[in-house]
């Protein structure tokens, strides 16, 4: 089960960092997974924001580059997502993804309101 914190209201220019948390994930799992970010605006489709493979090679969405970036912690089991500089464009609903070895699991969202 993956569960995500750290959403909120925040004003242009302010920062939140997201975390998601993966319960009941035995350690090898959760390091052999593909961990990504995505985020779905109002009335559009949901987004890949967001990515970290197994190998910690990142990825990112242009309009983020070098304002977020991703993170985990083996130990805790939990995949961050630091957003700085934020902008009325990155409201929407963030939800965490993860491709392991037992499937494919999202958590149920955090809501992210970013006001200008």
């Known amino acids: 089960q993956l569960v995500e914190s750290g959403g909120g209201f925040v004003q242009a220019g302010g920062s939140l960092r997201l975390s998601c948390k993966a319960r009941?994930?035995?350690?090898?799992?959760?390091?052999?997974?593909?961990m990504e970010w995505y985020r779905q605006g109002p009335g559009e489709q949901r987004e890949l924001v967001a990515g970290?493979?197994?190998?910690?090679?990142?990825t990112y969405k242009d309009s983020v580059k070098g304002r977020f970036t991703i993170s985990k912690d083996n130990a805790k089991r939990t995949v961050d997502l630091q957003m700085n500089s934020l902008k009325p464009e990155d409201t929407g609903v963030y939800y965490c993804?993860?491709?392991?070895?037992?499937?494919?699991?999202w958590g149920q969202g955090t809501q992210v309101t970013v006001s200008s």
């Open positions: 993804h993860f491709k392991a070895l037992t499937g494919d699991h």
């Open positions: 009941g994930m035995i350690l090898s799992t959760f390091w052999s997974a593909d």
């Open positions: 970290l493979t197994s190998g910690q090679v990142t």
